[in-house]
C-alpha cells in the first residue's frame, strides 16, 4: 500500500471489555512501533518490533496490553479488561531499516473506554 | 527519566510573522526528530539532525541541533496559514525503536 495503514479508524468500547487494534505497515518495513497519544500530549512509546528479534516491550503500561506481528506485516495490539485510562489515539508507524526512528505514522486508532 | 520540553506549548500569529519553537533537555540525544502533525492523522517527519551543532532548512522552516545535542530549535520564516499544526520533537534515546517525545507545540497561523 502507499502508507501506514490501522483499523479501526475508531472504536468506543465499555469498560472491561478487550479490543484489538491492527496495523498495516508499509511493504518491506523491517521496524514497526506502537505509540499512544492522549488527548493534548505528545506520543508515549508502547512497543518495537524489529524483524524477527525479540521485541522491545518496555513502553508497555501494564500486563492488559499485549501486541504481535508475524514476520514483517500485520501487527495487532491488544488490550484486555480496558479501563477509561485507556482511551487515546494508538499510533502505528513503520521505518525500512531498523532504528528508533519512526519515519511513517499511520493515522492512528481513536479509542474511547466509557 | 529523560524528558523533552518543548516552549512555547501555543503559538496563534499572523500570516507572514516568524516563530521560534523550542526543545530542551538535560539529557544528550543521538538524534532528534521533529515530525508535524495535523488533526486526525499521524505525525509527519520533517527532519533528523544527528550531529552537534547542525543546522537543516526544509524551504522555509530552519531546524538546529545544540552543540551538546541536548536541545534543539525550529525557526519558521513568513508563517503561512499551511504551516498550522501540532509540532512535535522526539530524541533518539539510544535505547532501540524507542523514541522520546516532547508534548508538542500548537501553532495557529491566521490568515
Known amino acids: 500500500g502507499a502508507g501506514v495503514s490501522q483499523s479501526p479508524s475508531n472504536k468506543v468500547t465499555e469498560k472491561g471489555k478487550d479490543v484489538e487494534l491492527r496495523c498495516d505497515p508499509i511493504?518491506?518495513?523491517?521496524?514497526l512501533y506502537w505509540y499512544r497519544q492522549r488527548l493534548g500530549q505528545g506520543l508515549e512509546f508502547l512497543i518495537y518490533?524489529?524483524?524477527?528479534?525479540?521485541?522491545?516491550k518496555s513502553g508497555l503500561p501494564s500486563d492488559r496490553f499485549s501486541a504481535e506481528r508475524t514476520g514483517e506485516s500485520v501487527s495487532t495490539l491488544t488490550i484486555q479488561r480496558t479501563q477509561q485510562e485507556d482511551s487515546a489515539v494508538y499510533l502505528c508507524a513503520s521505518s525500512l531499516v531498523a532504528s528508533a526512528i519512526a519515519e511513517y505514522f499511520g493515522p492512528g486508532t481513536r479509542l474511547t473506554v466509557t | 527519566t529523560q524528558l523533552l520540553e518543548q516552549s512555547p506549548q501555543f503559538l496563534s500569529i499572523q500570516e507572514g510573522e516568524n516563530l521560534t519553537v523550542y526543545c530542551n533537555s538535560s539529557?544528550?540525544?543521538?538524534?532528534l526528530q521533529w515530525y508535524r502533525q495535523e488533526p486526525g492523522e499521524g505525525p509527519v517527519l520533517l527532519v533528523t539532525v544527528v550531529t552537534g551543532g547542525e543546522v537543516k532548512k526544509l524551504k522555509r522552516l530552519t531546524f538546529q541541533f545544540g552543540d551538546a545535542r541536548k536541545d534543539s530549535s525550529l525557526h519558521i520564516t513568513a508563517a503561512q496559514p499551511g504551516d498550522t499544526g501540532l509540532y512535535l520533537c522526539?530524541?533518539?534515546?539510544?535505547?532501540?525503536?524507542?523514541?522520546?517525545f516532547g508534548q508538542g507545540t500548537t501553532l495557529q497561523v491566521k490568515p
Open positions: 511493504s518491506g518495513h523491517t521496524a
Open positions: 539529557s544528550v540525544f543521538s538524534s
Open positions: 518490533f524489529q524483524g524477527n528479534s525479540a521485541p522491545d
Open positions: 522526539a530524541g533518539d534515546s539510544g535505547n532501540t525503536g524507542k523514541l522520546i
